[in-house]
């Protein structure tokens, strides 16, 4: 165990201890007399010394410590030799046995030993190792601690300096935390690694510097484990633009899983509203634990080993051991048991594995604890099968619970006994299937002459297998065919009475061989049911499918004009879609399956798999095979993104690396086979092998899941390896690989080979050599055979972090290329200010469950519309990074801008919008400056409830009694009055040119904007002048506006009015900071200017804009060049305390 490092005072005089193993920095020590032989004596005198001098009676036999070189403690030691003199070193770990004390000695050599040489100060070595090594004894202690109690105080303790360090709501739950190391270059920062819901944060405060990191899981783009030059072992974070190293964990293992799964979840969260619908652990972030993502880390490699349905849950995992008739012994395994499922792995991988439905059983009973037999229970089945599982530990309650779940079973979904009409060899096999059978169509029949009624007028399921009504016969002697079927039935039938014929059976390796021949086409189509358990779904759902026909056919939406374009599309070579039994069989079923799961709906490559099940198949069996392989088999492939897909194109690169490098290395973007090798995953080889030998293949997928797939995918690329090695590109090497799976036969095959419509091309000029399918698919498995479920799941764990951010990259990219041609900022500042945009959105989803921002993000919009942000969030942006802020005004004027954007009045603007407004805001021209200011203050950006609606100034209580003072000479006023005289008139007529005038601005609004402009110019270098500036347009632009007042009043225009009020201003000598005055001290002539109503006074864009140009101050403001990445910058730091903040004013 680990020690906190105390002194050892080391006396040659007591030659107690003998060096075992040392190195420049550590000491590994025997204490004398243990483990050695011929040390009898000395073993007893130090074992008396020890219960003289030790208070424990008892010391540890083995050590370790702690050296400095270049100390003056420092001595150097050689293996074996004593240590001379009186030095002082640091005991750091001690262990009873050498194994133990190896694994300490090992840690130091793995984490620490190379790492100690990048310091210079001999002390920092001491207070490194010193305080790593206390940091592992606190995780210890606290993971002991969690394992006594749910909320230890450690844990307490640690969520304290959580909150106090980063500062974030308590909405961000702390899942666990970490002593460790983040590399800062070639130094380690010794700190603590927190693990939330949320994000990863690491806090160090080591040799008087403090280092804080905060990386959300939705940034992270790689999470991997690799080595540097000073550590063998650690984590590295890859985000946009850094990678970070982490090492040093008690528990590399451990940590590492839990980052995954933390990363995969939140992904999936906030970037995958699909999975999001589906998960409800997804819902609830704020509710999971550490023991909640081992529970489901479990879970999820039990339903994707099983290959079970998504609702499942695992309930109990025991260790166990399983009577296999078939050896006559007990096999070594876990029991696994969920809702509805009773499963059983043995530990030898593929050894033996059984799945029990709880339907299927008939009673779980406890049997006499004997010796030999210790805790045993067992389990009966409907067909008269009797599985025995014996020490099993707490059998008690795992049998009261598993008694309850098969008693809530038979009450959801009765079993119908009556319907089990022969109990023969032949019908017993597959009885469970038999449970619907007939149910709702057994009076009906169809018929099988191709008529051509309507596809509405016939809903009736076919009775039997398509390739029983359109069977053909092959080019070989029915003799020979027949007798290859026979012998293949034959040894099914023996397996059979072996391991069992329903889905309950033993399932082994003796099975798997059998299924990689090729499976009888008597069989096929049966056995598909009960490897993918789609026989459950079908006899618990009596009557399902006939309804959903009835509900679906006739109704016309995109989905069934999109399936009704791809009927003739289905296997067109075969007679039996030839034929309308065989469309109207296709479309039924795709129909009844959109209608089941519109999430789904339908996708390309459906009606060839969906053509293929109904050949093998009944058609109500054929739909719930279906449902397996989309719901269940090939998870997240058949929907919008095709998610699921991609992530297995990312694993199966990832296994041409690892399994073919000289391929991997001559293609060095292997992106390429990946884009070929979709259309294997997607259809099953279907579409680009002949049916005959492509039918294996799902024989194969269906027993093995994925994973038959991507071994067969791996044999086809060796296969071809040579000569892709020496293809010179793309389209050479998409030759190869498509002739070749072209010339894949099935010698064996009872039908007639059928050419494939779906391959690319054939050049059959030349002779191909011809490879059979049988051959492919055992090489495939005795090459590539050794993926385990395990491996693939975590192989897709990892890639779907990559295939998510690769998407979210892309529509990055696609909206800057729509707005960077729209604005002047850089591109790389509106890349910054995108992730800025979309990381406010992802702010609100993490602390704010209930938010609207959940509903904002939708993958299946266009690319501009996939983030939405709303009011409150609009705001917080808006207060970093604007250039307008107005001090306390700076909220209402956000408010404003986001309801001018807000367009379409839905409360949410696109990232399009925002940019436009921030690029007018820093890089527009004047006049479009003040424009967009103009328009803030009318509606409806300026409502009657805006939240300055109080202020003094909204009343129309203007007045301009005292005429203006300019400031000027007497000759610059003379210019100035004809200055303005010409700017009025150019204004008038460019303002007939203009197609969509602007509305004039009433008496209120203009004080709303004034007040705008005083606020903006707050702080600012030249606030004195610009306050003087302002306050004399101001003035202006009331008389103005009275001047239209009284205008509209005579109804006419005077150019001589306008010039007096000019030379009345000019010639006053009021004060200029007392713009406002009372109406009694107005001259007469003014006064009666403003009898008319308020609402008869306004003024005009061109008025402001024109008054504006007149004061340079004004318009040096304006124009003044304004840096954007500052504030992009201090966006970045502030963006989180800000909603922070926001947060802790609501809570209030």
């Known amino acids: ?406 008693k809530k079973v038979h009450a959801n979904s009765p079993v119908h ?158 007679p039996a879609f030839q034929n309308e039994t065989g469309i109207a069989a296709l479309r039924r079923v795709l129909t009844a399956y959109a209608h089941r799961n519109p999430k789904i709906g339908y996708c390309q490559s459906m009606n060839i798999l969906t053509s293929v099940l109904l050949l093998y198949a009944k058609e109500e069996e054929a739909f719930w095979l279906l449902v397996a392989v989309c719901e269940r088999m090939l998870p997240d492939y058949f929907n919008h993104r095709v998610i699921g897909a991609q992530v297995d194109q990312s694993v199966f690169e990832e296994l041409i690396r690892e399994r073919l490098p000289e391929l991997a290395e001559h293609m060095k973007d292997l992106s390429t086979l990946a884009s070929i090798s979709l259309s294997w995953f997607l259809t099953l080889f279907l579409s680009i092998m002949p049916l005959e030998s492509a039918v294996n293949v799902v024989d194969c997928f269906f027993y093995d899941g994925i994973k038959a797939i991507f071994q067969l995918g791996l044999a086809v690329l060796e296969a071809n390896a040579v000569e892709l090695c020496s293809s010179k590109d793309d389209g050479q090497a998409l030759m190869i690989l498509s002739r070749f799976l072209d010339h894949v036969k099935n010698e064996e095959s009872p039908g007639p080979p059928i050419g494939n419509h779906h391959a690319f091309f054939s050049d059959d000029q030349e002779p191909y050599p011809v490879t059979d399918i049988a051959d492919l698919i055992r090489d495939s498995y005795e090459k590539f055979g050794d993926q385990s479920v395990e491996l693939i799941e975590h192989m897709r764990c990892k890639h779907r972090i990559r295939v998510l951010q690769g998407h979210e990259d892309t529509t990055k990219q696609n909206v800057l290329r729509v707005v960077i041609p729209e604005v002047s900022i850089l591109p790389e500042d509106l890349e910054e200010l995108y992730d800025l945009f979309k990381r406010e959105h992802m702010i609100s989803c993490y602390w704010e469950q209930t938010s609207p921002a959940f509903q904002h993000h939708d993958p299946n919009r266009p690319y501009a519309e996939q983030y939405l942000i709303d009011a409150q969030q609009f705001t917080n942006l808006y207060k970093l990074v604007s250039p307008w802020t107005c001090g306390a005004h700076t909220e209402i004027l956000a408010e404003r801008t986001f309801r001018l954007l807000d367009e379409n009045m839905d409360h949410l603007i696109a990232f399009k919008g925002f940019a436009i407004c921030l690029d007018i805001m820093y890089n527009g021209e004047m006049n479009e400056k003040i424009k967009l200011l103009y328009r803030l203050h009318l509606p409806p950006a300026l409502t009657e409830n805006d939240k300055d609606s109080q202020s003094p100034l909204k009343n129309p209580l203007l007045s301009t009694s005292r005429p203006l003072v300019f400031g000027k000479s007497n000759g610059d006023a003379i210019d100035y009055q004809k200055q303005l005289k010409q700017m009025l008139k150019d204004l008038a007529k460019e303002k007939d040119k203009t197609e969509k005038e602007l509305p004039k601005m009433s008496q209120r609004e203009f004080i709303q904007f004034c007040k705008t402009l005083y606020s903006m110019f707050h702080e600012d270098p030249e606030e004195n002048d610009l306050y003087q500036a302002i306050a004399t347009v101001t003035t202006l632009l009331l008389q103005i506006g009275e001047v239209g007042q009284r205008s509209s009043s005579s109804g006419s225009c005077s150019d001589e009015y306008m010039e007096d009020v000019q030379t009345e201003a000019s010639a006053s000598t009021s004060d200029q900071d007392s713009v406002f005055a009372d109406i009694g001290k107005m001259p007469q002539r003014y006064s009666q200017a403003l009898s008319v109503t308020e609402g008869d006074w306004t003024v005009s864009l061109e008025h402001i804009l024109a008054s504006l140009l007149t004061e340079q101050s004004l318009v040096n403001f304006f124009e003044k060049p304004l840096d954007i990445k500052s504030k992009l910058e201090n966006a970045k730091i502030n963006q989180y305390s800000l909603k922070t903040n926001e947060m802790s004013r609501q809570s209030e």
């Open 1 to 406: 165990m680990w020690l906190k490092p105390e002194e050892v005072l080391l006396k040659n005089a007591l030659k107690l201890w003998v060096t075992h193993k040392s190195s420049c920095y550590f000491i590994l020590q025997r204490r004398r007399g243990h483990g050695e032989g011929g040390g009898r004596f000395t073993g007893r005198l130090v074992g008396a010394l020890d219960a003289v001098l030790d208070s424990n009676a008892r010391v540890a036999p083995f050590r370790i410590l702690l050296q400095v070189p270049g100390s003056q403690v420092y001595s150097p030691i050689a293996c074996g030799e004593l240590l001379n003199g009186s030095e002082v070193y640091w005991a750091i770990a001690i262990g009873a046995t050498l194994e133990e004390i190896n694994q300490h000695w090992e840690w130091l050599e793995q984490n620490l030993l190379h790492t100690l040489s990048v310091f210079d100060n001999k002390e920092d070595i001491a207070s490194f190792v010193k305080g790593k090594i206390k940091a592992l004894i606190a995780e210890e202690t606290s993971s002991k601690l969690a394992e006594q109690e749910e909320e230890p105080e450690k844990f307490r303790e640690a969520l304290v300096k959580f909150e106090a360090r980063f500062n974030f709501p308590d909405a961000e739950k702390l899942i666990t935390y970490y002593s460790c190391c983040c590399w800062k270059g070639r130094v380690p920062r010794q700190g603590w690694l927190y693990l939330s819901i949320n994000h990863l944060c690491f806090y160090s405060f080591f040799l008087g510097k403090e280092l804080k990191l905060i990386i959300p899981w939705v940034d992270v783009q790689k999470l991997e484990r690799t080595c540097n030059v000073f550590m063998t072992d650690t984590i590295r974070i890859t985000t946009q633009n850094k990678e970070r190293d982490f090492s040093m964990f008690l528990n590399l293992d451990e940590v590492f899983k839990i980052m995954e799964q933390l990363a995969d979840m939140t992904l999936r969260r906030l970037l995958d509203n699909e999975i999001f619908e589906l998960d409800p652990d997804l819902q609830e972030p704020t509710q999971i634990t550490k023991r909640d993502l081992e529970a489901r880390a479990q879970n999820e490699f039990f339903r994707a080993f099983f290959r079970l349905p998504r609702k499942e849950k695992l309930h109990e995992v025991v260790d166990c051991s399983l009577w296999t008739p078939f050896n006559r012994c007990h096999t070594v395994g876990r029991m696994f048991a969920s809702d509805s499922y009773v499963c059983f792995a043995s530990k030898e991988d593929g050894c033996c594995n059984v799945i029990l439905p709880l339907r299927e059983v008939v009673s779980i009973e406890k049997m006499e604890d004997t010796s030999l037999l210790p805790n045993p229970i067992i389990i009966s089945i409907r067909s008269k099968m009797a599985f025995q599982f014996i020490e099993l530990k707490d059998r008690e309650s795992l049998v009261e619970n598993l008694l309850m779940r098969l």
């Open 417 to 574: 006994y009556d319907n089990l009409k022969n109990e023969d060899a032949i019908s017993s096999l597959f009885q469970s299937a038999s449970v619907c059978d007939d149910q709702k169509f057994g009076n009906l029949k169809l018929s099988q002459n191709g008529n051509k009624g309507d596809k509405e007028t016939s809903p009736l399921p076919n009775s039997e297998a398509l390739i029983a009504i359109f069977h053909q016969s092959g080019t070989q002697s029915p003799d020979s065919r027949m007798s290859r079927e026979q012998i293949k039935a034959s040894l099914w039938s023996d397996h059979f009475v072996e391991y069992g014929r329903t889905v309950c059976m033993f399932r082994t390796e003796k099975i798997r061989k059998l299924v990689a021949m090729g499976i009888p086409e008597s069989l096929r189509g049966k056995l598909w049911l009960l490897f993918s358990d789609a026989v459950t779904d079908l006899a618990s759902h009596p009557g399902y499918y006939g309804n959903l026909v009835e509900e679906s056919m006739g109704k016309c939406c995109l989905v069934t004009e999109e399936i009704e374009r791809d009927l003739h599309r289905s296997l067109p070579e075969h």
